[in-house]
C-alpha cells in the first residue's frame, strides 16, 4: 500500500471517527433514533476503510460532508435566540 493510499485512509477513518464520537451525545434524545441506523453504517465502513481504493477528490468531498455535517448539527443543537423579539 502506498503512503499516499494510507494519508487517504487515514483522513477517511477520521471523518468516520469524527461523527461517531458523537454517538454518546445521541443518547437519550431524540437524534438517537433518527441517526441509529446511519451510525451502525459507519461503524461498518470504518473496520472497512483499510481495504478501500481511495481517491483524493473523494476523501475531500466526504472531508467537506462531515464538516457540513458537524456544522449543521452545531445549528440545530445551539441554543438560539427567540425569533420574535420585542423591539425597545
Known sequence: MTTQMS??????KNCIQTILD???DFDGQVWRRHFNNEISALKTYLRQV??????EDDVQRLEA???S???EL???TQDRPQ???LLQ
Do not use: S
Open 22 to 24: 458523537l454517538e454518546p
Open 7 to 12: 494519508i487517504l485512509q487515514l483522513r477517511l
Open 69 to 71: 455535517f458537524l456544522a
Open 50 to 55: 483499510d481495504n478501500m481504493v481511495l481517491a
Open 74 to 76: 452545531k445549528f440545530f
Open 83 to 85: 425569533q420574535h423579539r
Open 65 to 67: 460532508a462531515t464538516a
